[in-house]
Nanobody, 119 residues
């Protein structure tokens, strides 16, 4: 079992930065980890993912070049560094974990953290 808790969300102006953290209660070293987001009235969408070793990362086209996913398995924590934020990045951001591929059907989810970008 893995329990995930996100933090680091908040209100930021367009062009600003935030760093989200996802702390796990269990060991996540064998899990693929990902970040998803859900804006009001929209479906949850993929943002970024990272392999268990951290050697491979994947990004949605909408965030590529602006967001960076990383992990520290010794601390059981995954991060999402978000730069050059845009109002359209406003959403609840969720951390997810799965053994193989992390999708919207992932095995484990956090409760989410709100990110609001003002124009």
């Amino acid at each position: 079992q893995v329990h995930l808790v996100e933090s680091g969300g908040g209100l930021v102006q367009a062009g600003g930065s935030l760093r989200l953290s996802c702390a796990a209660s269990g060991r996540i070293s064998s899990y693929t980890m990902g970040w998803f987001r859900q804006a009001p009235g929209k479906e949850r969408e993929f943002v970024a993912a990272i392999s268990w070793s951290g050697g491979s990362t994947y990004y949605a086209d909408s965030v590529k070049g602006r967001f960076t996913i990383s992990r520290d398995n010794a601390k059981n924590t995954v991060y999402l560094q978000m730069n050059s934020l845009k109002p359209e990045d406003t959403a609840v951001y969720y951390c997810a974990a799965d053994v193989v591929v992390v999708t919207t059907q992932a095995d484990y989810w956090g409760q989410g953290t709100q990110v609001t970008v003002s124009s």
